[in-house]
């Protein structure tokens, strides 16, 4: 660490505090001292930087230290800081209870000098490596940010001046096919930065309840010009009732803008795609608007059953069945992550006579 690490020591006993700072007298830390836990919380809010351990009796009066780490835990800023309860208690339920409160380490009293500082110079190791992990996410992230940025301004004077080559001299195929991947790669610039809003794996959901009529409003006033355009009937299907789940707006219509490409781009002329939107409640169709059904059908080629599974697979590439589109699954499996940060299910089944039904449930 470049600056020497800062230890909270909590503790009711005036002795007990003394005795750990002679202990720790030679260890060249940063100590700060709190006579009991609300004491420690107010001490935690002054401190212009986190301490990098915190050292907590158990057995104080009006805030014991489990009831201490529990609410260290629970607040964003400080859940990370490792926490060693010190305690006369050595039965297993209460080791078992300090455990389940958040407590990284245990020392028993008396403290021994020896212990006391083997067990900080472990903490502190944790927490070095943990800063480090955190920094490097954070560069992750503003690296994504940054890439993002700098493609998305080229990107849109492409399609501009796209714009204004077909107003000048009309539409022809280069012009079509410039447009096409100017837009596919704004696709996939988008899904960089969604990607960055992940942790563990997961993305990090920013929920809302959303206005679902208004939402699939805006996104059948988009997709039918693309219908008229390519000669396909689109139609979308709502209950009569609104509905109103808590979701991520971002990356539920990002999702939802995947599903219907991946059906307009697998759909031929006169071929039909819908969308078709319901509540459900325990599984069945209901007008409890917590969970609801989304399902995209469309009359391309299907999946094979041997490629239900792996098609939503990031590190998997499908065949697509047609000689002009060569691979498919990217898209669907950032569908499937949001899907799953929303706690719910993505799956394909056959649309008969031909085609796919995507069903999405959350």
Known sequence: MERNPRILIVDDEASARKTIEMLLLREGYELYFAADGYEALAELDDMESEPDTILSDVMMPDMDGFELCQRLKRHPRWRYIPIILVTA???KEDLARGLESGADDFLNKPVNGLELRARLRSMLRIKQQHDELRKTMKLREDLSNMIVHDLRAPLANILVYCDLLEDQKGGGLELETIREE???V????TDMLLMAKMEH??????????????????????????????????TVTMPDETLCPELDETLFQRMVDNLLSNAFKFSA????????????????????????????????PG???????RIFDKFQIVASGRRDIKQVGLG??????VADAHNGRIYVTDNQPRGAIFTVEI
């Open 89 to 91: 208690l050595d039965s």
């Open 182 to 184: 100017a837009n596919r």
């Open 186 to 189: 704004s696709s996939f610039v």
């Open 201 to 234: 794996g997961r993305f990090l959901l920013n929920r809302s309840v959303v206005n679902m009529n208004n939402l699939i409003g805006q996104v059948d006033k988009h997709y039918q010009a693309l219908a008229e355009a390519q000669n396909i009937d689109f």
């Open 269 to 300: 002329a006169g071929g039909q795609v819908r969308l078709i939107v319901e509540a459900l409640q325990n599984g069945a169709a209901a007008s409890d608007s917590s969970h609801m059904r989304l399902q995209v059908v469309d009359e391309g």
């Open 303 to 309: 999946v094979p059953a041997e490629f239900r599974e």
């Open 332 to 337: 669907l499996a950032f569908c499937k992550m």
